[in-house]
């Protein structure tokens, strides 16, 4: 059997520990996992679904009530002689009347019990409802796997984008520093009167533009740490940094159709609208019953007594008790019809599903192949723009090229770190959704990644002090044996 990794990793790599004041990708997910509202929220759906079972079988169980009352009760009798009718309602009206000749008052005691007990005998109905039950709750099951396995990428998404935010920032930095001291050099050519008060001003507007972009990306660093925060509900002050040795390779099985199989079978999102498909069948089932007869056994015991009379009545009764539906004014046959079309918008939804997982995973998986090969040649863009700008400071200083050319030099390098940054992140990230799509993305395979962080004493930092991430330049200069293997 094939064994599947989200990176050319052995999952038995021994861990570091953690340096206390920084967090590392599994911690955050421990965090999100027992944190995230919205998963704890989904936790609950779950157990409300489940419990519905129970509601639906109940139905099937013997129902038994008691009723009791007891009543007290008074009547008045009054016996009138003489008048006639008119006389009659003008004493009704207060006016007049004849006169009473006596009236008798009662008052009485009644109190009874009964108990009864029905047990359904047949009813499809209640049957099928159990089933139902049972398969909506095996389809939340997989939905809340599902958003399980989606918030574990998103925590990793959001880790990766904060290292990545950390890297570009060093980059601006790097490049701000750069062309500050691009300015003051020719500042002091343009005070001796060396270079001409264009190339002064395309120094400045250098960097300015370099500046503005520093300001840019250190709001946005604190941005993505927010992010962290929002899936745990925990702040993170530092977080460790991806060790430049990570190895780059394409992924495995290096065949596209096994990650399709995968899919095939293991997506959960597929797997959740695959038990709608279920779900809805039971409901068609459920109206279906509507035609059906029903029977139940019926079993009473009542007790009455009255203070007016001596003793007390007493009643047992048992039998059987049918029900045949007959007509209900079409209903029942509407709501057949309309559960059916649900099972058919059931069943294409998971179509879309299937389609969607079946393009995704062969998007995900060709980008990753790239992603191999766009890391490897932006690691040689990076050296041959850094040698493209040693050679161009080298021929301004010997009057060969112009300020421009120095300034175009520098942009093309700063842009091509960050381009080589990006492409380890888009990797990495690629790589993950590559396996979420193929239903094997799990805590384990978190566990992989992290033990490619570096865990020491310069971690990366909410406020985006401490150490670069991007080799030291120096000038012009950079140490491409740091840019990983």
Known sequence: MLKFRVLPLVLGVSLVPQVASAADLISIAQDALTNNASLLGDQAGVNATKEGEGVARGALLPQVNANASVSRNHTSNTERTGGD??????????????????????????????IQATQSLFNATNWYSLQAAKRQTAQQILNFSNNRQ??????ANAYFTVLRAKELLDTDRAAEAAYKRQLEQVQEQFDVGVVAA?????????????RAARISQESTLTVDFDALTALTGKQYPSIDKLSEDMPIAPPKPANREAWVEMGNSQNLALKTARAGID????????ARA????????????????????????????????????????GATSAQVNQNTYQLEQAQFQAEEQLRRTVQNISSFFAQSNNNVLSVEAQKRAVV??????????????AGTRTILDVL??????????????????????????????????????????????????????????????VPAIGDASIDVNKLGS
């Open 198 to 210: 264009t190339d002064l001003r395309e120094a400045e507007a250098s960097y300015d533009s370099a």
């Open 279 to 286: 779900s809805a069948r039971a409901n068609v089932a459920i």
């Open 384 to 397: 041959s723009n850094r040698a493209s700008l040693k050679a161009t400071q080298d021929g301004y200083e």
């Open 408 to 469: 175009n030099s520098q942009n093309s390098y700063y842009a091509s770190l960050q381009a080589y940054s990006s492409a380890r992140y888009d990797y990495v990230l690629n790589m993950l959704q590559l396996r979420q799509n193929a239903g094997i993305l799990d805590v384990g395979t978190l566990q992989t990644l992290n033990g490619w962080l570096v865990k020491d004493n310069s971690p990366v930092r909410l406020d985006g002090k401490g150490d670069s991430l």
């Open 85 to 114: 009718g008119a006389s009659q309602l003008l004493e009704q009206l207060g006016m007049s009347g004849a006169a009473s000749s006596g009236s008798e008052d009662k008052t009485h005691n009644e109190s009874s019990v009964t």
């Open 150 to 155: 989606t918030l574990l990428f998103d925590v």
């Open 290 to 329: 509507g035609h059906l007869p029903t029977l139940d056994a019926v079993a009473s015991w009542s007790y009455g007594g009255t203070s007016r009379y001596r003793g007390f009545n007493k009643q047992n009764q048992i039998g059987l008790q049918a029900s045949i539906p007959i007509y209900s004014g």
